[in-house]
């Protein structure tokens, strides 16, 4: 796999299409940013790092996970209404603290890595802070 953050980005718009209560994705520390951040945002309902295991009978080894607990509303319609990867292996989008991008009128977020960690376009916004945008939500 080539991108990984675009697989995580695919299984949970996905898993709304097909009106799932939550998805799994395989574990690393950026992915679980990523997902805590859709938390703080109230995208998703809840976010939790499942620790893998080995079997010492059969020799297998399961990796870490992150199990994202989806989040609707009453209507049944998802929270998430758009989720892009914008940011690709074959084409690196980066920008400066005076270049960051506006979702939607500032209805959505930008989720960008940056030096100080991943977070949101308005925290770097005040932190001053450019770097990789990732994704676009709304």
Known sequence: MTDPIADMITRIRNAQMAKKPEVLVPYSA???????????????????????SASRRRGHF??????????YTEEGKASILSIQKISKPGKRVYCGHSELPRVQNNYGVAILSTPKGVMTNNQARRERLGGEVLCEVW
């Open 30 to 52: 950026i992915k679980l940013s990523i997902a805590q951040i859709l938390f703080s945002e109230n995208y998703v309902a809840k976010v939790e790092r499942i620790p893998g």
């Open 62 to 71: 399961i990796s870490d996970q992150i199990r994202i607990i989806l989040h």
